[in-house]
């Protein structure tokens, strides 16, 4: 918010280029191998062993990728334009380092550390590029925001980093390629699905469009905090049952997972829709408020994308890598089509549409595909409770609207805290699964006194 202010929307564009062009590159180097050594250090034989070809195989793309991009560097006028080219490159460097020590985390099943320290580098992150944007960096500072947060979590998970370099055989090698090479075509078409509509933006309309674009999908990701969170934390638990045939445990998890998901994503779509314009003219500035109709597609595309992203997920973690990545490989295609048939028609407007429909068939198809290895069950009566709680929490909020002009950020902000109030007070009340499991949550992080006693 500071930086639409301080900077614009040009060139927050800018920046969010470069990340489009570092996520899509740094998927080239990683080739898949990470989620490949995830998966294979979460069975719990030859931990070592599997991460050193890891790190091996990562050190040796990354390396070559590097020289690769300073081979063709002029053909990427955007970023040199920018000033964002050496930037990447540090990037793509230090991510060398930085990648397998959070991969060896993961796969060690060490979920709390993990999460912890993509928050510590958030936060980081963050600080850097306050700091710098105020003493006028711009582009520049925003890029080595990112560069300093990496570095400052991959020290503090280095820590608790207990895998060691050992000598490996081919068998490692050949095992961990077997399996990333389909992990590899399903997250290249996930990346190239998320990042297709910024790139085609930029190449049929300008940075400032893309920085409207990319400001709509990042408000929205607040719908998604549950999903990152249940995602990166079942991912080596999902890897281990499935090993071990324990399916009845995989079923029940899914259908928590998205019910716990939709929680948050149901109700910010339903305020999103009311309250949408009023919180991205207030938080970023007018200039940001032409996004609404593209934010409210795009908080649908959040709610769809619980599905289509669990769904998936549970596929490559049961060891079906092949399916995931076909599911993958039509939305991609289909994605890509739709952006460049409707970008030049409606603009920003039109990449939001097309990401909807994609994700939508993608989510179908990935129902398809999983429901062959195991049951699919929805909670029906939490589902119903959510969006009866969404939907009273909406009327309200609508009355608030009719009879209050939200005038300044203050009157804004009221009916967001006030809804989240209600809906929330209405959830517990309705759900009485939903409302032990969350005492219990907070019992057991040491909080319990805060729960009122009458829920």
Known sequence: MYFAHAVGAAVLGSYFLFLAYYGL????????????????????????????????????????????????????????NSGMFVWLIVALLVSMIAGPISTGVTGKGKMGIRNTCEGISNILRIIFQIIAIYLGYETAGLAGGLVAGIIGAAIIEFR?????????????????????FWLFLTSSGLLVFSQADTVLIGYFMNTEDVGIYRVALQFTAVATFSSYAIRSTLWPRISQWGKANEISL?????????????????PVFVGGMLLGDHLLGSFY????VQGYHTLIVLLAVQVVNVFQYFFTMYLDALNYPKESFQVTAV????NILLNIILIPFMGINGAAIATLATMTLNALLAWQALSKHIIIRLEVNCLSNIMTSSVIMGVLIGVYRLFVPLSNIWLTVLPVVFGALVYGFLLLKLDKKVCDEMRHIVERVGIGFIWPEWL
């Open 250 to 266: 995989v079923e029940e998890s899914l259908a928590r997972a998205i019910s716990y998901s939709l929680i948050l994503a149901i």
């Open 285 to 288: 500035g007018v200039d940001f």
């Open 160 to 180: 608790f980093f207990d895998l060691r370099f050992v000598n490996f055989k081919w068998y490692h090698i050949k095992s961990l390629s077997v399996f990333s």
């Open 25 to 80: 590159i740094s998927m080239v180097t990683d080739g898949g191998f990470g989620g490949a050594a995830v998966k294979r250090i979460s069975e719990g034989d030859e931990q070592d062993s599997y991460f050193s070809a890891y790190f091996a195989l990562r050190l040796m793309s990354t390396i070559a990728g590097v020289v690769i991009l300073l081979v063709f560097k002029d053909y990427f006028d955007d970023l040199n």
């Open 331 to 334: 939305g991609v295609g289909t």
